[in-house]
């Protein structure tokens, strides 16, 4: 069966510092890629997508970046966390079979203080 | 344009009553397809339902149930007998079959407080 996992689970940095949030999925194989952000009591905000290796599209502009070195893997990073990076982050993967049905990992809650 | 639209944003309610969350979606593609996702305190997104835009049948899973009406195009959401359990952030989610990857278009959510 699928699992996909993101670490670290909760984290707090300040502003400045850098970020790296990792995701992977196990038991499938050139799943679509993607993450979110959520922040407080807000809807869903689709970061950026990957439909394969080294392909990753942004949907907004902003001061974070990601990386989908392997197959499974998914990193968002940033060189300098704002305050307004504050969020829940979500990764989540799909297969263009599933239309739209995501399964998503547990979250990563960040506070950039 | 493409839009989700849940004006519900927190709805409480007492355990074991019915409760309807409502969703109304704007699309221009005639080929599109509706989801609910549920989100309970722990933070994971959990799917419930898709819906493609040619299949208008009411789903009945349990004690949930989806009404799809594209007259109205809304596509709510019951829950039948509420259970503490229930209680989480309810989302509604449209894909058109134009968009790139079927990517997902979100409602804001509506926050669902089922008390004992």
């Known amino acids: 069966s699928q699992t996909i996992h993101q670490w670290p689970a909760t984290l707090v940095q300040p502003v400045g510092s850098p970020l790296s949030l990792e995701c992977t999925v196990e038991?499938?194989?050139?799943?679509?890629l993607y993450w979110y952000r959520q922040a407080a009591g807000r809807g869903l905000q689709l970061l950026f997508y990957s439909v394969g290796i080294g392909q990753i599209s942004s949907e907004v502009p902003q001061n974070l970046s990601a990386s989908r070195p392997q197959d499974r893997q998914f990193i968002l990073s940033s060189k300098k966390l704002l305050l307004s990076d504050s969020g829940f982050y979500l990764c989540?993967?799909?297969?263009?079979?599933?239309?739209?049905?995501?399964?998503f990992g547990e979250g990563s809650r960040l506070t950039v203080l | 344009a493409q839009k989700v639209t849940q004006a519900q944003t927190e709805i409480s309610v007492v355990e074991k009553e019915d409760v309807t969350l409502d969703c109304v979606y704007e699309?221009?593609?005639?080929?599109?397809?509706l989801f609910w996702y549920k989100q309970p305190p722990s933070g994971e997104l959990v799917f419930l339902i898709r819906r493609n835009s040619f299949d208008e049948q009411n789903e009945i899973s349990g004690r949930y149930s989806w009404n799809f009406q594209k007259s109205t195009s809304s596509f709510n959401f019951t829950i039948t007998a509420s259970q503490v359990v229930d209680s989480a952030v309810y989302f509604c989610?449209?894909?058109?079959?134009?968009?790139?990857?079927?990517?997902?278009?979100w409602g804001a959510g509506t926050k669902l407080i089922i008390k004992p």
């Open positions: 038991g499938t194989s050139n799943p679509n």
């Open positions: 699309t221009r593609d005639t080929t599109y397809y």
């Open positions: 989610a449209l894909s058109e079959a134009a968009y790139s990857n079927y990517q997902l278009i």
């Open positions: 989540a993967w799909a297969t263009d079979r599933m239309i739209g049905e995501l399964f």
